[in-house]
Structure formats: C-alpha cells, structure tokens
C-alpha cells in the first residue's frame, strides 16, 4: 500500500482512472532475421491488400470525435487467413528451411499482425520486420506458445511488413501457424514526435496542455505508483490499464481496466500490453517501446462500474521494474484524486483534481457514463 492519503490507491479511484488511449519488443528470444532471398520473385512472396475504403476510415474518425472518453480507435482491423500452406515461398538456407511472405497495406501507417493459430515446435523461429530490417520482432519461438494458440505482434511503422520463418531442416513439422489479422492505423502510432499543435491523436505529443508529464514535479507524490499504469493495445484500440495486488501479495499479473476496452476473451487474447511508455523527463522527448507482454485472461467485467480484470499470461519480469498498485475498498476518504493514464495515445501523463470525490452509498450509485472530461 502507498504509506501517503494522497497516493492512497483506492478501487473507485482505479475504476475512474481508466482512460482512452505501438510496441517493440515482446517477450523475444534470441536471433536474427536472414531476409528475402534475392533469387525469390516478388510475385513468389508478395501479398498485397486492396486499399481500405476511405469511407471507413472517416467512420472510425468521427467516432473518435464523438466519443473522446471511450477507446481511442486508431486501426482497422483486416482479416487474411494467411500460412505457409497457401501463401509466401520456401528457400534452403544451410541447415534451415526458411519461409518468407512480405505482407503489404496500401497506406497504413503502422502495421500490427494476429496469428490466431500459434504453436510452434522447439527449434523454429518466427520474426516480424520492416524491409530495411531496422525494425525487427522476434524471435518467437515455442516459448511463446500458449493456450489460446494466439500470438499478437505489436506495431512497427510503415505499410509493409516481412514475415519469416525458419525452420531446422531435421524436423518434419514447424507445428501450426496462420496469420488471422493485419492491423492497419490510420492514425500515427508514436514512432516519432509531431507538432503538439497540429497532431491527430494516438501520436507522441497529442494530449491536452492539461495533461503534465507524469515525470514532472506534479507526479513526484506518485513515483511509486506510476510504474503500475500501462498502454494496452487491441487490434484496434488504444486504452490504459493497471497492474494491480491482490490480498495474498503472490505477483499474480492482474490489470484492471475497463469494460468499454476489453470485455471479450477474444479481445483479451490478442491485446498487447505496454509498461514505462513515459517521457524520460519533464516535458522530454518520446518514451521507451521496449517493455511490453502480449496475451491475458479476462477475469471479470462488469458495466455497472466500467471495469475489466484481466491476468497477464506472462509476469512481467524483474527487468521492467513494474509496481503493484495497492487498493482499499474502505471508507476511506482522500483530499484529492490523480489521474495516470495515456490520453489520446500519448506517453504517462498525470491529471490532478483537489475536489474531494463521492464516495457512493452502493456501486448502482455510479453512474455507466459518469467520466468527466479529463482535460
């Protein structure tokens, strides 16, 4: 528990703070991605979608116009049915089988992947990369098998991506995948900052003048909790989470977040979840894409409240210096309330409110809409 009322942590305050909101590493494992074979023909290895309908698009726009304090919508979701069996070319590399497949989305500007069927066997790698293979995902390996048998890979930037597989020439069988999903954004995902001024949401920069950098003085009170707030990623969503302790204090990865975010396993399955997406410094430059887990089991959710409990398929390790956020279903009554959260997709801000909150006599007493404006 945080040992100051002001940082005291409490259930209707968790619930309050959820707020609207891409990734690099995962949980990776050694390896590096050979590239294309140049001897492969392009028409060999090349999937190419159609445009996304610019009437979509502008849908989804006007949604986030309208709904400002629900998830940030800031991709459309494509669906593919892709695998090495129909798709992509095979080449011999040494020891290894390697399986390419260079997937391209006419005008994204990030692209995200879901393998709705993974399960890989011992030996096999899987990388993710854009084609100057300066950005690279993986290697994933049989390490990253679970049992949902889904794998989703957080954003890398542009409107193409390579897909590689290898495979030792001794096994028989890779085991089992197929590319469910692209994500395409249409909305800039903070691979770079913009002009605070003139910046469509979900990029570095973009929140309100209101919101402060949690590393500013205003966040030094809650330097303890601040590790605990996360950016969660669905498919096409961006919203913000807690990791949270539970009364046996045993590290169980639970996240509270809301149900207007996640309230479906499906959803839950294919969710990436992103620790320390902060700005090193008061009013610094962008935040680090290097901590984050995919993957999590929905618990519990309810609308009354706007909640969801999720547990993270992996423990977010040692490495990532995360905190479990303390809470108190008392009557406890604090002075004020904070905000952590990402608004509009940008790095850990912190909002905060001297007015003394409700505490309401039962949860029928909240109301479903009753987020207020957070800027």
Request: aromatic share 10%; hydrophobic share 35%.
């Amino acid at each position: 528990m945080i040992h100051r009322s002001p940082a005291l942590w409490t259930l209707s305050l968790l619930l309050l703070l959820i707020s609207s909101t891409g990734l690099y590493a995962q949980l990776e494992f050694p390896g590096r991605p050979l590239g294309i074979n140049q001897q492969m023909k392009a028409s060999e290895v090349m999937y190419i979608l159609p445009p996304p309908d610019p009437m979509e698009i502008e849908a989804q726009l006007e949604l986030n116009r309208l709904s400002y304090k629900k998830p940030l919508r800031f991709a459309l979701e494509r669906p593919v049915n892709l695998s090495p069996e129909t798709h992509g070319s095979w080449s011999q590399e040494g020891d290894m089988r390697i399986w390419h497949v260079h997937v391209l989305s006419p005008g994204a500007q990030s692209m995200g992947l879901v393998f709705g069927r993974y399960e890989l066997e011992p030996g096999v790698k899987l990388f993710i990369y854009d084609p100057s293979r300066l950005k690279v995902r993986g290697a994933f390996t049989s390490g990253n098998n679970k049992e949902s048998g889904v794998l989703p890979v957080g954003h890398l930037p542009g409107q193409e991506l390579l897909i590689e597989m290898q495979v030792p020439a001794a096994l028989v069988s890779y085991g089992e995948l197929e590319l469910e999903s692209v994500s395409h954004a249409f909305l800039k995902t903070g691979f770079g900052a913009s002009d605070a001024a003139d910046c469509p949401a979900g990029e570095f920069g973009c929140s309100q003048d209101c919101e402060i950098d949690v590393n500013c003085m205003e966040g030094d009170e809650w330097w303890r909790v601040k590790p605990s707030v996360v950016r969660i990623f669905t498919q096409t969503n961006y919203c913000t989470g807690v990791l949270v302790n539970n009364t046996s204090y045993d590290g169980t990865p639970y996240v509270l977040s809301a149900e207007h975010c996640i309230n479906r396993q499906s959803d839950a399955d294919r969710s990436v979840f992103l620790f320390n997406y902060e700005s090193p410094s008061c009013f610094g430059g962008d935040g680090p894409l290097d901590m984050s887990l995919e993957g999590a089991f929905l618990r519990t959710h309810g609308d009354s409240v706007d909640f969801s409990l999720l547990e993270l398929v992996h423990t977010p390790p040692a490495s990532y210096g995360v905190f479990y956020a303390g809470w108190d279903r008392s009557n406890f009554q604090t002075s004020g309330t904070a905000a952590i959260h990402h608004p509009f997709g940008d790095v850990k801000k912190i909002s905060l409110d001297a007015e003394i909150p409700d505490i309401p006599a039962q949860p029928g007493d909240v109301p479903y809409n009753g987020l207020d404006d957070y800027h």
